[in-house]
């Protein structure tokens, strides 16, 4: 065997050892944690989350079931963090807490993802996201959501909605028979917004961006601001549902739900 060889074989040796250490040495906790509630229609759920997707689906179920999927670079930013579920009466909450030093110290090593089931009826009265992004699916209830850095996607609402992101795209798609509607809210300061509005619907649409375009699929034009952006007032239909939408550097989109 010649010197090269030997000399291949033996980096070789050194450099798969090392990744084997690198690997063990990155090796992350997963746990899972699985929580169900009982309730009865219309109850309200909440989530905070720091680090970490958020999923929410509707069910057939009469109870809220969440499960929670956590991970971590070490044991001990594991136990930095804490997750509390609570039911109080028809309303249950979700929290992801953080031990303050824990938290400062190895908050980009412990995050958890949720996934949600819960009755379409259900009422979202306080979904916050730091870092994650967030879907909702098939929700009839209220819902109420933020983001900071994260996109959101809900589709299937058919009620009323406060639903905002400070870093990433919103798309909002509203069900066809959803006509009883009476305040939307979508707003983004970093991120195009997207709704999709039932074409029998009557709305009155205030529409404003400062960076970007706003076009609608419902004969209602823009208009260019006296300095810079663009603002939209228009009316479907006959009016009176309140659609308010605002973006800082994006484009707004008014669609017809399919």
Known sequence: MSKVIKNSLLSLVVFT????????????????????FAVVSQSDFSLNNINGTVTINSWQESNI???????????ESRDDMTINMAQHGQKVTVSTDYKENGYR???????????????AD???????????????????????????????????LSGNSAISSVNGSVDVIYNLDSTNVN???????????KLYLPETINADITADTMHGNINTAFDLESKKN????????????SGGSQVNLDSVNGSINVLKSE
């Open 17 to 36: 050892s090392f990744n084997l250490l690198s690997l063990q040495a990155s090796a992350q906790i997963n746990e899972e944690i699985e929580r169900s």
């Open 65 to 75: 079931k969440v499960l929670a999927n956590i991970s971590a670079q070490t044991q």
């Open 105 to 119: 110290q190895n908050k980009q090593s412990a995050k958890v993802d949720y996934q949600v089931w819960l009755p």
């Open 122 to 156: 259900s009422n979202l009265s306080d979904i916050e996201l730091i870092n994650g992004s967030l879907i909702i699916r098939d929700i009839s209830g209220k819902v109420e959501a933020q983001v900071v850095n994260g996109s959101i996607k809900a589709s299937g």
């Open 183 to 193: 305040n939307i809210e979508v707003e983004t300061v970093n991120g195009s917004i």
């Open 226 to 237: 006296s300095f810079f952006g663009r603002n939209l007032r228009g009316k479907i239909g």
